[in-house]
């Protein structure tokens, strides 16, 4: 498992700074686009073939755990 520091990278000198998959110019807004218009993890790999499926996964880990965390650190 890569770490979200190695699955993303942002520089102001890629698309302004967007947080993009490391190693592209694929904002990792893309992914959350594709799941939310009911599009699934291959069909995203395959439209942006040079990002890989533990990129993907690290980042979706990574956002699961963030929500936990948020959700748990709230009083209900």
Same mark, same amino acid.
């Given at each position: 498992m890569i770490t =979200? @520091?190695?699955a993303v990278k942002s520089d102001p000198e890629i698309l302004g700074g +967007?947080?993009? #998959?490391?190693g592209t110019r694929v904002p990792v807004r893309n992914l #959350? @686009?594709?799941?939310? $218009? $009911? +599009? $699934? =993890? @291959?069909? #995203?790999?395959e439209s942006f073939d040079w990002v890989s499926r533990e990129q993907v996964v690290t980042?979706?880990?990574h956002s699961a755990t963030q929500l936990e965390a948020l959700h748990t650190a709230r009083p209900s």
């Open positions: =979200i @520091d190695e +967007t947080p993009c #998959f490391a #959350f @686009d594709y799941l939310e $218009g $009911g +599009t $699934g =993890i @291959d069909a #995203f790999l980042v979706l880990e």
